[in-house]
């Protein structure tokens, strides 16, 4: 478990990680807050369709957490 390293730097290391394993990862940066998003195909409930989602990984906190973009965890999560 990583124990040292803020957002930024935990952030930059997931994205040279996830580079290196050929995960698809975008590094994101607001002021001294950084995270990464991954996009995941989901089937829709209603039809067959797959759609992408984006998610937040939480690097600080709760460790591998994924967090839909647009919930209140993951705006939090990037306010710092």
Known sequence: LLRYGLFMERALL???LADRLA???ELYRNHDIGWCEVPL???????DM??????????MYDIGKFMK???????AYVKG
């Not at 797959?50 to 690097?59: A, H, M, S, T």
Request: proline share 0%; hydrophobic share 55%.
């Open 14 to 16: 997931f994205k040279v």
């Open 23 to 25: 995960i698809l990862a």
């Open 41 to 47: 195909f989901q089937k829709t409930a209603s039809s």
């Open 50 to 59: 797959w759609v992408i989602e984006k998610y937040i990984i939480d690097l």
């Open 69 to 75: 973009r647009d919930n209140w965890d993951a705006l």
